[in-house]
């Protein structure tokens, strides 16, 4: 981690560098000698942090890289308070006219802490240069060497999966059955089937069981069991594999293996397997690179050989398919039965049936929980439980320790080992991005927006050519997905990640890495302390502020806050002053109604939000906040902006009030951001949501500036200037998604002519009048979401979106005045989801056979004159739920099973009836319910 550490700083150093009006002459000679040392150490830091993190016992090491690590962050510290110093000198005392009086008191005032800071990078200077003198001692190793150089003598714990008896394992049968089907198929095509899933999901032990199954054994003539690991040597992967072969023959090797090359081995190996029936095990595969390395090794003799790969990697799954032959066996968690069932027998030692005592199944069942299906994780607590006396007092005890326990008790230190192997092989801007998880609360699902935009603001990110840093945080992000380190936990209807979160084992490891290293703390109260190199700093369920008196002088970088009750004007004040050097203040669902002047003094930060707080007021210190690059006010009160904002020119996400459902289709506020001055100067917008149209026509002449916007929202657009909005848009090539709302429901919008619509556009939401669905929708090749509500419609508007190529989500609210909908045959081919709401005059539903193929969810009403159940439903054999919402209950009668219309809805998997209650609440009912109700 010193490695991330120390490389951050020095991507921090170069723009400081390159801006060199920033620091006073001599100053910038002093930091780029700095730089240059920190880069002379940088390529042997990553054999000393993989020493100081295995090597138990090499103090050295550990403390060699701990100095090197203070030290990175001593240098933050003294050029962060130096650029703050700066800039309040240039606020307060250099005006944009200068007169001389006042250039003299400003370079007087420049030139003020420059011996203090000399002294400062003198000093650290000197520690550098020892740091690296002592490093020599050790005989660290460059990390420029190539694939398979590293020695990896240390025990890998995963060795003993490869020996579980069967009668230990337990819900891996059907997993089993089914690669054994896939290896012993007829095709005579070589086979590469790779299984993939995070680490301690028992991959190696259901191969293994693959491997030694007897119908496999029979199949085969030739098989060979090699494990891979992270580093290998190709050379002598291939030699041990040709041994492997021999060896599984009970065949003598020849001695001239020993001896070869690695193309003499590749000549051997080929030879050997040409005639030969073959199966071979590559086991723990960490690099796409293997494959291209070791395919040509094994010849395609169509004799119905199999290659069997396991990796945590679905980047390395990928890129051993090569054609329609090869698969991906994508291996999920036990389920919550299964894992019960495999702690009993591992903890109680109950038998097959694994059944524990009735007064100890429910702690045992949180116990499981808690390991959310891994079995590496059920079999080593089960293993301690096994240990100790079987009380509940005693589980109980193990259940409210269970995070500390991972990290400290001896009996699941390999457990530990093996979840941090991933971690380990992580380059550092990917263990920055994944040491963030631990920040957040157990079992917390953070929405994908949200994380991007915090991983650009802490810096983890770096630029890349042709790329903006959002593309770049989304490739970081994927990679941790394909990993396996990270889980989605909700994805939108076309496939985008919406939340992401954290298996909770990996993240106790994280979090203890975490604070070892300084790279955040979470605080919950009480004693739990930290010193003053922590870097983040993420508060749980505290009410109070001793974590403010504990030491005034802090690195903090970061403040998050989750399940605070209470957060007085006093703290805020406080914090603002304590924490001076932020970059991100994320005060997301905090109680709070308080934003502090001083908010403006923190000239480093680059995120803000108040999301969900009752915060009414943004102070006009805010345009002070010059690196400030977002602004997230969603569901706050703030519905005015001062008119300083505009001094924001690296604001690139300006997130304000948005539409609030109470119900699926009710809304209950349309206020929006009301900006008292332009936008023209922030250039670099890419998300401006939601803002009111009250500036008239100047703030769509302004609009036409923001050539990078991606998502814009606009409310209370009167009808003239919806011509002039036209034109901003069309202006917009880069825009994703588009949100207009009149001044009211009976209010017009008048979205007709735009010229070049947004070809990129794929959300697209239009709430107020419409003579007609604007033509130019048609065009919009990669539209995913449309949205129609209040338009008030006689023309059916499923003539123009029903051939829309990508649509996946229609919603129609109230804006169809016509008596009859009809889906033709061939309409809508790629859509999942349908929503049509509150539609008064509709009589009759038509679904023609053909159309909605994939549509997988229906939600439909409340539509008074719609008595028929339509029968077209029966067509849609994809659909998974259907819900209707304030219907009679004679129409709901007609689909109980039973019932004159039940055939149309039997092959759905669930079918709801929601009925209102007490205003805009609603009750579910099940098919179930209304049986018993009519019954």
């Given at each position: 981690m010193t490695e991330a550490v120390v490389s951050l700083v020095i991507q921090n150093l170069v723009p400081l560098l390159v801006d060199q009006a920033s620091f006073v002459s001599g100053i910038h000679r002093e930091i780029a000698q700095i730089k240059g040392e920190l880069e002379s150490i940088h390529s042997f830091i990553k054999d000393a942090d993989a020493r100081a993190e295995k090597e138990t016992f090499n103090y050295g090491a550990k403390t060699w890289v701990n100095q090197l690590r203070e030290v990175a962050y001593e240098i933050e510290d003294v050029i962060d308070n130096y650029v703050l110093y700066m800039a309040k000198v240039e606020c307060r005392h250099c005006p944009r006219v200068f007169s001389t009086l006042s250039k003299a008191v400003c370079k007087t005032l420049r030139l003020k802490p420059c011996s203090e800071m000399s002294r400062e990078i003198k000093h650290i200077k000197e520690r550098i240069h020892a740091i690296k003198e002592r490093g020599k001692s050790f005989g660290f190793r460059s990390s420029e060497l190539g694939v398979g150089q590293e020695d990896e003598s240390w025990h890998d714990p995963r060795v003993t999966s490869l020996f579980i008896e069967e009668a230990e394992v337990v819900g891996i049968g059907p997993h089993r059955d089914t690669l054994v089907e896939w290896l012993v198929n007829a095709s005579p095509k070589r086979r590469v089937i790779s299984v993939v899933g995070m680490g301690g999901l028992g991959k190696t032990t259901l191969v293994r069981k693959v491997y030694e199954n007897q119908v496999v054994i029979k199949h085969f003539n030739s098989k060979a069991w090699i494990t891979v690991s992270q580093s290998y040597k190709v050379e002598e992967l291939l030699r041990r594999t040709l041994k492997q072969f021999y060896k599984a023959r009970k065949e003598n090797a020849p001695t001239e293996i020993d001896k070869m090359?690695?193309?003499?081995?590749?000549?051997?190996?080929?030879?050997?397997?040409?005639?030969?029936?073959?199966?071979?095990?590559?086991?723990?595969?960490?690099?796409?690179?293997?494959?291209?390395?070791?395919?040509?090794?094994?010849?395609d003799n169509s004799q119905g050989s199999r290659v069997l790969i396991t990796t945590r990697s679905d980047n390395v799954a990928f890129s051993c398919k090569e054609s329609s032959f090869d698969d991906i066996y994508k291996l999920q968690p036990l389920p919550q039965e299964a894992a019960l069932e495999l702690f009993s027998k591992k903890a109680f030692h109950s038998g097959v049936e694994g059944d524990c005592s009735s007064d100890l199944k429910e702690v045992s069942t949180n116990i499981v929980r808690r390991c959310e299906g891994l079995p590496l994780a059920i079999v080593a607590i089960a293993g301690m439980v096994s240990t100790k006396r079987k009380t509940l007092s005693e589980l109980q005890k193990l259940e409210s320790s269970l995070g500390s326990e991972i990290l400290t008790n001896p009996h699941l230190s390999n457990m530990s080992r093996i979840l941090s192997l991933s971690y380990y092989d992580l380059p550092y801007y990917l263990k920055l991005c994944l040491m963030h998880f631990g920040m957040l609360p157990e079992d917390y699902s953070i929405r994908h927006a949200r994380l991007l935009r915090l991983w650009i603001a802490e810096g983890f990110v770096k630029g890349a050519k042709g790329k903006t840093m959002e593309q770049v945080?989304?490739?970081?992000?994927?990679?941790?997905?394909?990993?396996?380190?990270?889980?989605?936990?909700?994805?939108?209807?076309?496939?985008?990640?919406?939340?992401?979160?954290?298996?909770?084992?990996?993240?106790?490891?994280?979090?203890?890495?975490?604070?070892?290293?300084?790279?955040?703390?979470?605080?919950?109260?009480?004693?739990?302390?930290?010193?003053?190199?922590?870097?983040?700093?993420?508060?749980?369920?505290?009410?109070?502020?001793?974590?403010l008196k504990r030491n005034?002088?802090?690195?903090?970088?970061?403040?998050?806050?989750?399940?605070?009750?209470?957060?007085?004007?006093?703290?805020?004040?406080?914090?603002?002053?304590?924490?001076?050097?932020?970059?991100?203040?994320?005060?997301?669902?905090?109680?709070?109604?308080?934003?502090?002047?001083?908010?403006?003094?923190?000239?480093?930060?680059?995120?803000?939000?108040?999301?969900?707080?009752?915060?009414?007021?943004?102070?006009?210190?805010?345009?002070?906040?010059?690196?400030?690059?977002?602004?997230?006010?969603?569901?706050?009160?703030?519905?005015?902006?001062?008119?300083?904002?505009?001094?924001?020119?690296?604001?690139?996400?300006?997130?304000?009030?948005?539409?609030?459902?109470?119900?699926?289709?009710?809304?209950?506020?349309?206020?929006?951001?009301?900006?008292?001055?332009?936008?023209?100067?922030?250039?670099?917008?890419?998300?401006?949501?939601?803002?009111?149209?009250?500036?008239?026509?100047?703030?769509?002449?302004?609009?036409?500036?923001?050539?990078?916007?991606?998502?814009?929202?606009?409310?209370?657009?009167?009808?003239?200037?919806?011509?002039?909005?036209?034109?901003?848009?069309?202006?917009?090539?880069?825009?994703?998604?588009?949100?207009?709302?009149?001044?009211?429901?009976?209010?017009?919008?008048?979205?007709?002519?735009?010229?070049?619509?947004?070809?990129?556009?794929?959300?697209?939401?239009?709430?107020?009048?419409?003579?007609?669905v604007p033509a130019w929708i048609s065009k919009l090749k990669n539209l995913i979401t449309v949205s129609l509500m209040w338009s008030g419609l006689m023309i059916d508007p499923l003539e123009i979106l029903q051939n829309l190529p990508n649509l996946s989500e229609l919603v129609i609210q109230e804006a169809f005045l016509g008596e009859e909908l009809v889906?033709?045959?061939?309409?809508?081919?790629?859509?999942?989801?349908?929503?049509?709401?509150?539609?008064?005059?509709?009589?009759?539903?038509?679904?023609?056979?053909?159309?909605?193929?994939?549509?997988?969810?229906?939600?439909?009403g409340p539509i008074p004159r719609l008595n028929n159940v339509p029968s077209g439903i029966c067509h849609l054999?994809?659909?998974?739920?259907?819900?209707?919402?304030?219907?009679?209950?004679?129409?709901?009668?007609?689909?109980?099973?039973?019932?004159?219309?039940?055939?149309v809805v039997e092959h759905i998997q669930t079918v709801l009836f929601h009925y209102q209650l007490q205003g805009e609440r609603y009750r579910t009912c099940t098919v179930s319910d209304l049986t018993l109700m009519k019954n």
């Open positions: 090359d690695e193309t003499l081995l590749i000549i051997e190996l080929r030879q050997y397997l040409m005639q030969k029936r073959y199966m071979v095990v590559f086991d723990d595969v960490w690099t796409v690179e293997f494959w291209a390395l070791i395919r040509h090794t094994l010849p945080a989304e490739e970081c992000l994927a990679e941790l997905i394909n990993r396996s380190l990270v889980q989605v936990s909700r994805i939108d209807v076309d496939g985008k990640i919406r939340t992401i979160r954290v298996h909770d084992l990996m993240r106790e490891i994280i979090l203890s890495k975490s604070e070892e290293l300084c790279f955040g703390h979470v605080w919950t109260g009480g004693s739990s302390g930290f010193d003053g190199l922590t870097r983040r700093l993420s508060i749980h369920r505290c009410n109070e502020d001793s974590f005034r002088k802090f690195g903090i970088r970061s403040l998050s806050m989750f399940q605070v009750d209470n957060l007085p004007c006093s703290i805020m004040r406080e914090l603002v002053k304590v924490f001076k050097l932020l970059k991100v203040l994320d005060l997301q669902d905090a109680p709070t109604d308080f934003l502090p002047e001083e908010v403006g003094d923190l000239f480093h930060l680059r995120y803000l939000s108040l999301r969900n707080t009752k915060t009414e007021k943004i102070p006009r210190s805010i345009g002070k906040l010059h690196n400030l690059q977002t602004l997230d006010l969603k569901c706050s009160f703030v519905h005015e902006l001062p008119g300083e904002l505009k001094r924001l020119l690296n604001l690139q996400y300006l997130i304000g009030y948005s539409y609030e459902y109470e119900t699926d289709f009710s809304i209950s506020a349309q206020k929006g951001l009301k900006l008292k001055q332009g936008l023209g100067h922030l250039e670099n917008l890419q998300k401006l949501y939601l803002v009111e149209a009250n500036r008239g026509i100047s703030l769509f002449k302004e609009l036409r500036k923001l050539k990078l916007l991606k998502k814009l929202g606009i409310t209370k657009l009167e009808t003239p200037n919806g011509k002039f909005l036209c034109e901003s848009i069309a202006s917009m090539s880069h825009l994703e998604s588009l949100e207009v709302c009149s001044t009211g429901e009976e209010d017009k919008l008048d979205l007709q002519f735009i010229s070049s619509p947004p070809q990129y556009l794929k959300r697209l939401y239009l709430k107020g009048r419409l003579e007609k889906f033709q045959a061939t309409s809508f081919q790629k859509l999942k989801i349908l929503k049509l709401y509150n539609m008064n005059s509709l009589m009759a539903l038509t679904i023609e056979r053909g159309a909605l193929p994939l549509l997988q969810l229906l939600k439909i054999r994809n659909l998974t739920s259907l819900r209707f919402y304030d219907v009679s209950k004679e129409f709901a009668f007609k689909l109980l099973p039973g019932g004159q219309d039940f055939w």
